[in-house]
Nanobody
Framework: QVQLVESGGGSVQAGGSLRLSCAVF????????MGWFRQAPGKEREAVAT???????TYAVSVKGRFTLSQDNAKNTLYLQMNSLKPEDTAMYYC???????????????????WGQGTQVTVSS
């Protein structure tokens, strides 16, 4: 049973930084895609950044240059470093994973099978 556990959310002022972590349990596949999504109140869940098992990363235009994905394979953990945070980054952030073969970059919510419970990020102006 795959389980994703997020941590690291919180409240910061604009311009601040946070690092989100996503620990993956019950996973032993060599093929994977992982990512972070976010959902603000009244809005659809949107992709923030994804990474595949080849290490290729994709970022949303709104976060490119400010957010960075990294992973620690020994700890089965995915990180999202968020710098220069803006009030519009306020949302619930979700970690997602999928272990089916990928023929293109996974970006849609329907591309991912497993989801974490979410961690809240609040950025005040």
């Amino acid at each position: 049973q795959v389980q994703l556990v997020e941590s690291g959310g919180g409240s910061v002022q604009a311009g601040g930084s946070l690092r989100l972590s996503c620990a993956v349990f019950g996973h032993s596949y060599s093929t994977y895609s992982m990512g972070w999504f976010r959902q603000a109140p009244g809005k659809e869940r949107e992709a923030v950044a994804t990474i595949d098992d080849g290490g290729s990363t994709t970022y949303a235009v709104s976060v490119k240059g400010r957010f960075t994905l990294s992973q620690d394979n020994a700890k089965n953990t995915l990180y999202l470093q968020m710098n220069s945070l803006k009030p519009e980054d306020t949302a619930m952030y979700y970690c997602a994973a999928d272990f089916r073969p990928a023929f293109s970059t996974k970006w849609l919510t329907t591309d991912f099978t497993y989801w974490g419970q979410g961690t809240q990020v609040t950025v005040s102006s």
